[in-house]
């Protein structure tokens, strides 16, 4: 299998490396065009804020090259934000490949949302063998709400989407590559998709 990491400089790449090679996984790190089209699947890991990733995204002219990809697809943290059609966080236009907002949380409890929640209504073939309320790691500040492509939801306070999908586009809000033998699980489900 030919697996791509999107490097584009705003990305925890090391870490999403490391727990594939775990798996016994190479990936390829790329930015290039042509590798990325050519990839059997693709993750699209991210941490940091909206709009510095987007300028990364068209500084390479990904922002052109993502949304038109056919194959598996996976967005992690950011990754999956960034999907999404806009940020509350900076106000920012995003990739728009999954018609849905980012909203910041408006809450009384300590954000960045930090640390781990439980993933429940489980709806898709990245969570076999994974049970309702396994716990998953958060660190974000932003997230999308409850929709149609919600797969999982999480609460802090409110429920809102731990994973989405839209057609081929997966993604997480979580960080799979940090969340133990439930994290491992899933990016094995990816990988088998």
């Known amino acids: 299998m030919d697996l791509v990491i999107v490097d584009y400089k705003a990305g925890n790449v090391q870490s999403v490396q490391f727990a594939l090679e775990r798996l016994g996984v190479q990936a390829t790190l790329s930015c290039d065009f042509e590798t990325i089209k050519a990839a059997d699947k693709v993750i ?3 941490v940091g804020e909206a709009s510095s990733a987007m300028a990364q995204l068209r500084a390479r002219n990904l922002d052109k090259l993502l949304p038109t990809l056919e194959q598996p697809f996976f967005g992690v943290c950011l990754g999956m934000q960034l999907l999404c059609e806009h940020s509350e966080e900076g106000d920012t236009d995003l990739l728009g490949i999954i018609p849905l907002p980012v909203k910041r949380f408006e809450t009384d409890l300590k ?7 439980q993933l429940e209504k489980l709806q898709s073939p990245l969570f076999e063998g994974i049970t309702e309320r396994e716990y998953a790691y ?12 919600t797969i999982a939801q999480t609460s802090y306070p409110e429920p809102f989407s731990a994973a989405l999908q839209y057609k081929n586009f997966y993604a997480a809000q979580f960080h799979p590559e ?3 033998p439930a994290g491992s699980q899933i990016l094995k489900n990816f990988l088998a998709l």
């Open 111 to 117: 954000v960045p949302h930090m640390g781990w929640n």
């Open 138 to 149: 958060y660190v974000h500040s932003y997230y999308v709400p409850l929709s149609e492509y």
């Open 44 to 46: 699209f890991p991210g």
């Open 178 to 180: 940090k969340s133990g």
